[in-house]
């Protein structure tokens, strides 16, 4: 019975990212089966939010592995592949497939050409994850550092903005505010895709939401937890285009302002030297 029970709870990691992984492929189906300009508000939303329970999935299964001591070479595989396709590709399709884009068009052109660039990019930061990850495996220096920072943007944080910021340009609080065409917009997705895509790619740090610590006395922070739930959930329920879009540019923003200071601030200062962005391969070598 023991054996069994293991083997059961050692599989409850890949059965997170399996889950993951159909929600990640769902969302491609249903766009493909999408007619061209039959990607409204609400169908948008709905699979922005489906978005979000898939990039839940992807924090739950690691956190669930190492709470369990199940992690695996399989499950670091499997989790792997199933983030290009659900981070890496995903996007890129519902971006191509949100805009009324006619075939041949220098629009639909540069577009593409912007999602392939994501996803490349996408694959090309899982893949340096992987072997930086293979590689200090043994070093448990670079293993504490590398859970307080990511070199460049994880591919998760940059498939969320993707996602918010396809959103939040069709939204009622952005059509509110500007009136754009659908060149227009077109051409803010494809500086989005090709940003999002350096930044995969890039040696800045971005913080791990992992070490974020909050020293609250246990009163207070229980009296901020519930007034945070209620601002949260009223927000999401009514302006969730605008939310969403704020919460996920909102950890690039503030990733790359850390940054800009600790360059500013020079070497010399010990201030927010977590965040001082590494060399490039080429400068190493030399």
Known sequence: MKTKTAKRIHLLP???????????LFVIFKMNMTPIGGATLQILTEISGLFLLTALADLLDGAVARMMKAESEFGGVFDSLSDAITFGVAPSVIVLKSLSLASGTES???????AVVYSVCGVLRLVR??????????????????????????????????????????????????????????SLLFLQMILLGYFMISRWKFPSLKTLQIRVASFK????????????????LHHFPLIFFIISWG??????????????????????????????????ED
Do not use: H, W
Not at 255 to 281: M, Q
């Open 14 to 24: 890949n059965v997170i990212t399996a889950f993951g992984l159909s929600c990640g």
């Open 129 to 186: 994850f992987n072997v930086a990850s293979q590689q200090n495996k043994d070093d448990e220096e670079l293993i504490s550092a590398g859970k307080k920072n990511f070199t460049g943007l994880p591919i998760t944080g940059a498939a969320v903005a993707a996602v918010s910021g396809n959103l939040f340009l069709v939204s009622n609080e952005f059509r509110a505010m500007f009136d754009i065409s659908d060149k227009t917009r077109a």
């Open 108 to 114: 639909s052109f540069l577009l593409t050409t912007a």
């Open 221 to 236: 922070l229980v009296l901020l937890t519930a007034v945070s739930a209620v601002f949260i959930f009223y927000s999401i």
């Open 251 to 284: 950890y690039l923003f503030v990733a790359l302002v850390l940054s800009i200071i600790r360059l500013i601030s020079g070497k010399k200062s010990k201030t927010l030297e977590d965040f001082e962005p590494e060399p490039d391969d080429d400068d190493l």
